[in-house]
């Protein structure tokens, strides 16, 4: 089982939709989920963190966790085309010693179509 | 004013070589990484320093050395390059913030090995 698994798509939404992209975790100990965006031959950017049970929102974009499920989730709403991107889940959890190490998820791509 | 800086962005070189990327953050972070994203998307980590320490250490084979001379740089150098390093290699940093650290990621550089 992989530590961290995303649909990879491609996951394709008309513009001004609602897209959810979806994750899920195989490590209990983990504490922060991250969701990255990367644009093809771009490096990842973040667009939120979460760590708390519930809903987190940022503009268009919201984010859910529920631990119980080991599940987080994005969703981003009233689509661009300019949201057309590969969307990296990430979770971060102890290392060895005092580390965290961040965990990556394969991505999901995205597209908005016009 | 670039956070995360890579160089070379681009680089093609036969089998066999030893080739050197440099990273550079002027962020004043604490930590810094070098992960590899293979042709599927999938980015994974190989190292993490901590000022000036080598915190994780992935299993990577022991042709790719980083070194880092100061907290603001880690350069990774890898000997005797095989058909299966292609990659982009990304450079990040991070402050250790708790559960919220977020790492900011360099532009990459593209390797390509023939």
């Known amino acids: 089982q992989k530590e961290v698994e995303q649909n990879s798509g491609p996951l394709s939404v008309p513009e001004g939709a609602i897209a959810s992209l979806n994750c899920t975790y195989s490590d209990r100990g983990s504490q922060s989920f991250f969701w990255y965006r990367q644009y093809s031959g771009k490096s990842p950017e973040l667009i939120m963190f979460i760590y708390s049970n519930g809903d987190k929102e940022d503009g268009r974009f919201t984010a859910q966790l529920n631990k119980a499920s080991q599940y987080v989730s994005l969703l981003i709403r009233d689509s661009q085309p300019s949201d057309s991107a590969t969307y990296l889940c990430a979770v971060n959890k102890w290392s060895s010693g005092s580390a965290r190490q961040l965990t990556f998820g394969s991505g999901t791509q995205l597209t908005v179509l016009p | 004013d670039t956070a995360v800086s890579q160089t070379p962005k681009y680089l093609v070189t036969q089998m066999g070589n030893d080739k050197s990327i440099k990273c550079e953050q002027n962020l004043g972070h604490d930590t810094m990484y070098w992960y590899k994203q293979d042709s599927k998307k999938f980015l994974k980590i190989m190292f993490s320093y901590n000022n000036k320490e080598l915190i994780i250490n992935e299993t990577v084979p022991n042709r790719f050395s980083p070194k880092s001379p100061d907290k603001a740089h880690l350069n990774l150098h890898i000997n005797s390059l095989e058909l299966g390093d292609s990659a982009v290699y990304f450079c990040?940093?991070?402050?250790?913030?708790?559960?919220?650290?977020?790492?900011?990621f360099g532009p990459g550089t593209r390797l390509t090995v023939l």
């Open positions: 990040a940093s991070s402050q250790d913030r708790g559960r919220g650290d977020t790492q900011y």
